[in-house]
């Protein structure tokens, strides 16, 4: 972490508020939580819980966070989903806060329990993103051509936007002896039913930063794209 980001860090994390009672009404405790901001000022917020005794999770809960400005205005909300059966007792918690932790001034934690109503919308955006999992093509010689192979890729929704849509994509370089030559761009192209394109996203990756291996995300935003988009292709282009 960049030293400027240090103090809004330690700052932010001074002034977050932890709703403890929200949390032991499903048998949780904070451990701890911290924020990690990236060369470029996007942020993430991580927070350890665990069970208070034995008793096992017994329904599909949120953990959320809201952000501040200082007016008390929220400015920006991130949520991430703990299902019952994969709770064991223990978990570190990831919400992605991109640039938004810049403007913030305090933030409150807490967890609330899934409503059913919820639960129906999370199961569509699922299900959209494994269609479109299953119709995105990888233009692999673009890749080759750089020396690189796809190992694996998803869609999830876009959190705050869960009707945006964010790909994540995990990579290596094919030949270990060869490093990236070339600063490159992951270009993100997703299509409607009819195959008109409703969205183009990239996101850049330098020569000097890449040592063979990365995963990166590219987040289509602002048009609807896990509902709309049926089809999608990804790339390389030189830059």
């Not at 639960?119 to 093509?137: A, G, H, R, V």
Request: net charge negative.
């Amino acid at each position: 972490m960049k030293k400027k980001y240090l103090k809004i860090s330690q700052d932010l994390k001074n002034n977050t508020e932890i709703l403890e009672n929200t949390f032991k009404k499903y048998n949780l405790k904070v451990l701890q939580c911290s924020y990690s901001f990236g060369d470029d000022g996007n942020c993430d917020f991580y927070i350890e819980i665990s069970s208070i005794d034995e008793t096992i999770l017994s329904e599909d809960i949120c953990i959320k966070i809201n952000l501040y400005d200082n007016n008390g205005e929220i400015i920006y909300s991130a949520s991430n989903d703990i299902k019952a059966g994969t709770f064991d007792g223990y978990d570190t918690i990831n919400l992605i806060l991109w640039y938004n932790a810049l403007k913030a001034e305090k933030a409150r934690v807490f967890v609330h329990k899934i409503k059913d109503v919820e639960k129906e919308i999370q199961q569509n955006y699922f299900d959209n993103s494994q269609e479109l999992k299953n119709n995105t093509e990888i233009i692999e010689n673009t890749f080759k051509k750089h020396n690189l192979q796809v190992l694996k890729y998803s869609y999830r929704d876009g959190g705050w936007n869960p009707d945006d849509c964010t790909l994540s994509i995990e990579f290596s370089s094919i030949d270990d002896t060869i490093k990236l030559s070339e600063n490159i761009v992951i270009k993100l192209n997703l299509y409607d039913e009819n195959g008109e394109i409703v969205s183009t996203s990239e996101e850049k990756l330098y020569k000097s930063d890449f040592e063979g291996y990365d995963t990166i995300e590219i987040c289509a935003s602002g048009c609807r794209a896990l509902t709309r988009a049926k089809s999608a292709r990804i790339f390389v282009v030189k830059f």
